[in-house]
T-cell receptor, first 115, second 113 residues
Framework: AQSVAQPEDQVNVAEGNPLTVKCTYS??????LFWYVQYPNRGLQFLLK??????LVKGSYGFEAEFNKSQTSFHLKKPSALVSDSALYFC?????????????FGPGTRLSVLP | DAGVIQSPRHEVTEMGQEVTLRCKPISGHNSLFWYRQTMMRGLELLIY????????DSGMPEDRFSAKMPNASFSTLKIQPSEPRDSAVYFC???????????FGQGTRLTVV
């Protein structure tokens, strides 16, 4: 069975500084990895995904994530944080070897970007 | 496409009443997921369907919860009887293949008093 860990409940960063939100995963087959963002009273919005290919993937709103197979990690990054990036971020994994396997989400990390 | 559509957006009901939440997935998507989000437990998968067939319902809390997908464009999540601890935001999501992201609806905020 798949699992996702987000070791930090909360990340605080100053506006303009780089940000990193951490994610590690466990899956028996090939990992398909996803990042989502949730703003207050809204549904989850897709940011980016890793399926195969280049380990560095770029997504919406200037976010990127790096897939590291040896460390089973998929950390979300952004070179320069904005106050509007403050939200709840979820990492998710799907087992690519078993089609039909569900999305498993991590517990979420609350990002606060301070002006 | 209008995205995943959930109704109602808000539901307030009394304990013991039946509650039905509705979801219309994105046209052409063949996987549908129901999630529940609370402060205490985070985002929990309740059940997911593939090609209208329930694949994994191990997350359904108890027999009071049931879900159906009678066709590719409609799914329901029913709680009967409802209890205050069922109060949460319920999300529906759909995806087109195993390789693609899931798209979420706006959620239904359920309050059981």
């Amino acid at each position: 069975a798949q699992s996702v860990a987000q070791p930090e409940d909360q990340v605080n960063v100053a506006e303009g500084n780089p940000l990193t939100v951490k994610c590690t995963y466990s899956v028996s087959g090939n990992p398909y990895l996803f990042w989502y963002v949730q703003y207050p009273n809204r549904g989850l919005q897709f940011l980016l995904k890793y399926i195969t290919g280049d380990n560095l993937v770029k997504g919406s709103y200037g976010f990127e994530a790096e897939f590291n197979k040896s460390q089973t990690s998929f950390h979300l990054k952004k070179p320069s944080a904005l106050v509007s990036d403050s939200a709840l971020y979820f990492c998710a994994v799907r087992d690519g070897r078993n089609y039909g396997q569900n999305f498993v989400f991590g517990p979420g990390t609350r990002l606060s970007v301070l002006p | 496409d209008a995205g995943v559509i959930q109704s109602p957006r808000h539901e307030v009901t009394e304990m013991g009443q039946e509650v039905t939440l509705r979801c219309k997935p994105i046209s052409g998507h063949n996987s549908l997921f129901w999630y529940r989000q609370t402060m205490m437990r985070g985002l929990e998968l309740l059940i997911y369907f593939n090609n209208n067939v329930p694949i994994d319902d191990s997350g359904m809390p108890e027999d009071r919860f049931s879900a159906k997908m009678p066709n590719a464009s409609f799914s329901t999540l029913k709680i009967q009887p409802s209890e205050p601890r069922d109060s949460a935001v319920y999300f529906c999501a759909s995806s087109s293949t195993a390789y693609t992201e899931a798209f979420f609806g706006q959620g239904t905020r359920l309050t059981v008093v």
